[in-house]
């Protein structure tokens, strides 16, 4: 962790602990922009408040009802059956 006066940063080792999650996962969620995050040199750094958004992001995907993914359709299956 770097922390300078308020200021606090975690690299992405420290994130996915955290939150429970794998390191690689931490990365790919960087990579695609669920988390924010500033590389320095070849480690990804993310603030506390930018950790603070994700879950509050994944917080309101829970309250809603829905999980991500979860089709709200009557339940019918539209695609194919592949038979080998």
Known sequence: MIEVDD???FDANE???M???KYRTVTRYIQAGKIRARK???KYFVTEKDVKA???AQATNVESGQKTGES???G???GQIRED
Do not use: N, P, R
């Open 7 to 9: 200021f606090k940063a």
């Open 15 to 17: 994130v996915a602990e």
């Open 19 to 21: 939150l429970d999650l």
């Open 40 to 42: 320095i040199g070849k």
């Open 54 to 56: 994700f879950i509050l």
């Open 72 to 74: 709200t359709d009557s």
């Open 76 to 78: 019918d299956f539209e």
